[in-house]
């Protein structure tokens, strides 16, 4: 396998955070993939435009639950696939075909409850999304406010599929509402310190 250096016929192709395989993956959902890393080539501090549904798919999620999700799926899952944050939102990047069967899962989920998981924009298969740059210091925010938070670094990244992602949406959202079998405490009630009693 040749590297985007080599695609592109240059050496000039430096990346920060994205490794040139995972600019190579990224590119790979294009539909000219070479036109692609040529524009990192030029502009690499340009986001892009790329088609979901080949490569990856997309499930966006409000900020705030986004990061809850991402640290259900690293603290307690198998981790996660490559993430960025687009105008307020955390996009997890997810195997093809979560996109179709996510909503239908989340569905299920949340069947006969009050909605605890917000919206979920899955993109997949005629959708596209705006990515990142592949170059710039990771975490940093280029000027269209889109960023890597976990970046590509492979040609063939794991991507988690539905049932994952569903996971993490329910352990995050469980994590946000604490529930308890006990009803609230008294707040007028006199509280005794037992554990010195002999």
């Keep these: 396998m040749s590297s985007p250096r080599e695609e592109t016929g240059t050496d000039r192709f430096d990346v920060s955070g994205v490794t040139p395989d995972g600019a190579a993956w990224l590119a790979s959902a294009a539909t000219y993939p070479r036109s692609t890393l040529a524009l990192w080539e030029e502009r690499p501090d340009a986001p892009v435009v790329l088609p979901c549904g080949t490569a990856f798919d997309v499930v966006g999620a409000p900020a705030f639950f986004g990061r809850r999700m991402l640290d259900r799926l690293w603290d307690e899952g198998p981790g996660s696939g490559p993430v960025a944050a687009f105008r307020g939102r955390m996009l ?3 195997a093809p075909g979560t996109a179709q069967r996510l909503p239908s899962l989340l569905h299920w989920e949340e069947f006969g409850r009050t909605g605890a ?3 979920l924009l899955c993109h997949g298969t005629g959708d596209a999304v705006t990515v990142p740059a592949p170059v710039g210091a990771a975490g940093s925010v280029g000027p269209s406010g889109c960023r890597w938070l976990v970046a590509p670094d492979t040609r063939r990244p794991w991507l988690p599929g539905p049932e994952i992602l569903l996971w993490a949406a329910v352990r995050a959202a469980r994590a946000a509402v604490r529930i308890s ?10 509280v005794y310190d037992v554990s010195r009693r002999r």
Excluded: M, T, Y
């Excluded at 079998?181 to 006199?190: L, N, T, W, Y």
């Design 92 to 94: 997890l990047f997810a």
């Design 181 to 190: 079998i006990f009803p609230p405490a008294d707040q007028g009630a006199k």
């Design 117 to 119: 998981i917000p919206p």
